[in-house]
T-cell receptor, first 116, second 115 residues
Framework: GENVEQHPSTLSVQEGDSAVIKCTYSDSASNYFPWYKQELGKRPQLIIDIRSNVGEKKDQRIAVTLNKTAKHFSLHITETQPEDSAVYFCAANTPSGGTSYGKLTFGQGTILTVHP | NAGVTQTPKFRVLKTGQSMTLLCAQDMNHEYMYWYRQDPGMGLRLIHYSVGEGTTAKGEVPDGYNVSRLKKQNFLLGLESAAPSQTSVYFC??????????????FGPGTRLTVL
């Protein structure tokens, strides 16, 4: 099955700096890669996603890049703010049985702390 | 729209006790999932359902059972709780049409402690 590795496990930055979180996946059939943000005690919430036919996607201060050849994708947060502090999870969705449905496999998470 | 809701929010069980967690969604989603979240291990899929009356095993199904008798509800059961099942449980749901199938929306979670 799919295996998703996420690094680093913790990341500490100063407000205004950039933060980068990287994930690798094992199954070349994976075609959808979402990123979730989870604040303490809250549910995971989708912040950005990318599909395998796109190399980069940007939404204001966050962006995601995908390298299908190397089977890795990254989350980039620019001009970080204290409210960006949270746990971030990457995931990969592998289609099953010829349908678009697949199971999400999550990375282990990155605890991002943004210091004022 | 309430989105995805879960009942209860917290529960403490003794080893060997049973309980059922309820997940409900009002978005008319076909697909529903149960995950458990443990420190340092991300979210792991327990069971999932691609439609009313259907269920399938995920990554860590042992010790759990599920049922999807109604499209909007997905129940997770623990027949004989063990301390290893202490975790935070999240339910999620997603659309079934085209590219929107993949995006999963999560419930608020249930914190379960088994003593």
């Amino acid at each position: 099955g799919e295996n998703v590795e996420q690094h680093p496990s913790t990341l500490s930055v100063q407000e205004g700096d950039s933060a980068v979180i990287k994930c690798t996946y094992s199954d070349s059939a994976s075609n959808y890669f979402p990123w979730y943000k989870q604040e303490l005690g809250k549910r995971p919430q989708l912040i950005i996603d990318i599909r395998s036919n796109v190399g980069e996607k940007k939404d204001q201060r966050i962006a995601v890049t995908l390298n299908k050849t190397a089977k890795h994708f990254s989350l980039h947060i620019t001009e970080t703010q204290p409210e960006d502090s949270a746990v971030y999870f990457c995931a990969a969705n592998t289609p099953s049985g010829g349908t678009s449905y697949g199971k999400l496999t999550f990375g282990q998470g990155t605890i991002l702390t943004v210091h004022p | 729209n309430a989105g995805v809701t879960q009942t209860p929010k917290f529960r403490v069980l003794k080893t060997g006790q049973s309980m059922t967690l309820l997940c409900a969604q009002d978005m008319n989603h076909e697909y529903m999932y149960w995950y458990r979240q443990d420190p340092g291990m991300g979210l792991r899929l327990i069971h999932y359902s691609v439609g009313e009356g259907t269920t399938a095993k995920g990554e860590v199904p042992d010790g759990y059972n599920v049922s999807r008798l109604k499209k909007q509800n997905f129940l997770l059961g623990l027949e004989s709780a063990a301390p290893s099942q202490t975790s935070v449980y999240f339910c999620a749901s997603s659309y079934s049409l085209g590219a929107r199938t993949d995006t999963q929306y999560f419930g608020p979670g249930t914190r379960l402690t088994v003593l």
